[in-house]
Nanobody, 123 residues
Framework: QLQASGGGLVQPGGSLRLSCAAPGDTVEGFAIAWFRQAPGKEREQVACIAASDDSSVCADPAKGRFTMSSDAAKRTFYLQMNKLKPEDTAVYYC??????????????????WGQGTQVTVSS
């Protein structure tokens, strides 16, 4: 089960790092992605780490302000968010794609979801 953490309240222009842990399950070979969902909007992908043989392109709606990384030893994935804007306010989720059906860029392929963590960007 994926466990997301690190959300909170941050001022515009600030930074926040989210963490996604997979303590008990293997995610080897999975694609892992971060999604967000703001009130009244559809859930959208903001970053992903795909398998090496997956040529699909991960979404980047933050246009380079967000960076995803991983620590294999800790089975943890991170989302570093910089220059945050009020429109980044949303519940952020991490999710896993075992490649049973869709590529890393397709939300329909993500069958393993963690609980969300709220990110609020406000002065």
């Amino acid at each position: 089960q994926l466990q997301a953490s690190g959300g909170g309240l941050v001022q515009p222009g600030g930074s926040l790092r989210l963490s996604c842990a997979a303590p008990g399950d293997t995610v080897e070979g999975f694609a892992i992605a971060w999604f967000r969902q703001a009130p009244g909007k559809e859930r959208e992908q903001v970053a992903c780490i795909a398998a090496s043989d997956d040529s699909s392109v991960c979404a980047d709606p933050a246009k380079g302000r967000f960076t995803m990384s991983s620590d294999a030893a800790k089975r943890t994935f991170y989302l570093q968010m910089n220059k945050l804007k009020p429109e980044d306010t949303a519940v952020y989720y991490c999710a896993g794609n075992d490649y049973s059906d869709y590529h890393a860029s397709d939300i329909r392929g993500y069958h393993y979801w963690g609980q969300g963590t709220q990110v609020t960007v406000s002065s």
